[in-house]
């Protein structure tokens, strides 16, 4: 078996919040006069591929309000990570690594060039100036608690010692775009717990959507609904699949979906397709047509109105095949009505390989806050997607991601100041 060096910091995975830990823990070592000794160990043959995919390739990677609102799972621990490096922190360090980044009206914010890959090269490049090494291909199986470091295995054939191990092994959410193992277990081998985990911004399943909507894109009001009781309302587009339906806004309540999927509850969809449209205008609207056009056939009504396809599906429902001067005053009102309250039965959700992120992981209360240290294990920090928060869309799960890593790479290099020995 090949002995590598021992390193004074490794870290498990190269993605947001691994390449954000390691930069950061190399930047102190320096600072405080230390060797540079970080390792990083990816299991994929490239660094950071989940990050290249985030935002459409344009990686949305915080938004300006990601303080507190907008994360689910340990909120109250969280809270004192995120206001410990808020968004803006995490902008002002990025920039220090050469990054520009820019802010939406919505506050979400992209590097300048709007290319994720801007993102990942600069966490690289800093890596490496600094001295850090990264090492791919290299999927940790196993941890081994040593005395006062750890043994890591890749397979049987290779191991690596650390003194400290920050463990930035994500999630379950789009295995593809990971190396395929579950670094909860790894977790879990070292003391922990973790809590159900379930798929969270991810599309939500109706067999009610015919195959012919696919692709239809509409903007959108949608409200989630439990046995008839609201559980969540958002605004945005929705994609309609076969079957399914996609979106920012309906991701956004997906979660909700997803944890009472589990508990047998009787979901709906409630979506406005014409929020800018009061239903008692849409009905003088449409009064106003019928009664210029009575010869037209009801399928143009809606033409004008809603996005292709959508409309016949509208009229289908109400089973409107008249033409316009058959239709009476309640006939268009079952329509507007139709049209502002388009609902769907709501059978569960898309599986990991849609989802964007992983809700549950790891505890917050099994870690010291903020630095993202174990209570179980000393020496390990855990870090992004593998605890047990998530956020909404936006920006919220990188954020998450860069402040964790940013709190457990400074605070695994600090217990090496000059002097102060090994812990
Ligand atoms: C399609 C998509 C788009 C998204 N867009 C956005 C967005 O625009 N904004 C936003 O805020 N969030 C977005 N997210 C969510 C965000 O990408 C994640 O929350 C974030 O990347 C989590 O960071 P992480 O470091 O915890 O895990 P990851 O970035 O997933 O990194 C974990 C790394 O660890 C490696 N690894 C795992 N196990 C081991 C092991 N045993 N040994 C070695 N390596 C291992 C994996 O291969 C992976 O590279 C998106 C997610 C997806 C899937």
Redesign the pocket.
């Known amino acids: 078996m090949k002995k590598e060096a021992i390193y004074q910091v490794a870290v ?7 390449l954000a830990a390691a930069v950061r823990c190399a930047q102190v070592q320096r600072e405080t006069g230390q060797k540079v000794s970080v390792l990083v ?4 043959a490239k ?5 290249l ?3 459409n390739g344009k ?4 938004n300006l309000s990601a303080v507190q609102a907008g994360y689910h799972g340990d909120v109250h621990p969280a809270a004192a990570v995120l206001q410990a490096c808020p968004p803006a922190r995490v902008r002002a360090w990025f920039r220090t690594l050469g990054l520009l980044t820019k802010a939406d009206e919505a506050g979400r914010v992209y590097p300048c060039n709007e290319q994720a890959s801007a993102v990942l090269d600069c966490l690289c490049a800093a890596l490496d100036d600094l001295g850090g090494t990264l090492c791919c291909g ?4 196993r941890i081994c608690r040593e005395n006062d470091s750890f043994a890591l295995f890749c397979g049987e054939e290779q191991v690596f010692h650390a003194n400290r191990v920050i463990l ?4 379950l ?2 295995p593809k ?3 395929g ?3 909860a277990k ?1 977790a879990v081998s070292l003391g922990h717990t973790v809590t159900p985990r379930f798929p969270a911004l991810v599309r939500l399943i109706s067999p009610e959507i015919p195959a012919a909507l696919k692709g239809v894109r509409v903007k959108t009001e949608v409200s989630l609904l439990d046995s008839g009781k609201p559980l969540a309302q958002a605004a945005g587009e929705a994609i309609f699949g076969a079957g399914s339906l996609s979106g920012i806004c309906v991701m956004q309540v997906s979660r909700l979906a997803a944890q009472r999927g589990k508990s047998g509850g009787k979901l709906t969809l409630s979506m406005d397709l014409l929020p800018d449209l009061r239903e008692k205008a849409l009905v003088d609207w449409l009064y106003t047509l019928t009664s210029a056009h009575p010869a037209w056939p009801a399928a143009r009504l809606l033409a004008g109105v809603l996005p292709t396809k959508l409309g016949p599906e509208v009229l289908r429902r109400c089973r409107v095949t008249r033409t316009c001067g058959e239709l009476n005053r309640r006939d268009l009102a079952a329509l507007a009505h139709a049209v502002k309250h388009f609902t769907l039965k709501i059978e569960g959700t898309g599986n990991w390989d849609d ?3 992983t809700a549950g992981g790891v505890p917050l209360g099994e870690l010291n806050i903020p630095a993202m240290a174990s209570r179980r294990c000393p020496g390990l920090f855990i ?4 605890v047990n928060l998530d ?1 909404d869309c ?8 860069w402040a964790t ?1 940013l709190s457990a790479g400074e605070a695994a290099a600090r217990v090496f100041k000059k002097g102060k020995g090994k812990r």
């Not at 660094?47 to 990050?51: D, E, I, N």
């Open positions: 498990i995975g190269a993605g947001a919040s691994g160990l990816e299991g994929s660094p950071g591929r989940k990050l995919a985030t935002g990686c949305n990677l915080t290299a999927a940790v199986t930035a092994g994500g999630g959410a789009s775009l990971g190396c193992s579950d670094a790894l989802a964007q992120v870090t992004g997607e593998l956020g936006g920006g919220f799960n990188l954020q998450w991601a890593g």
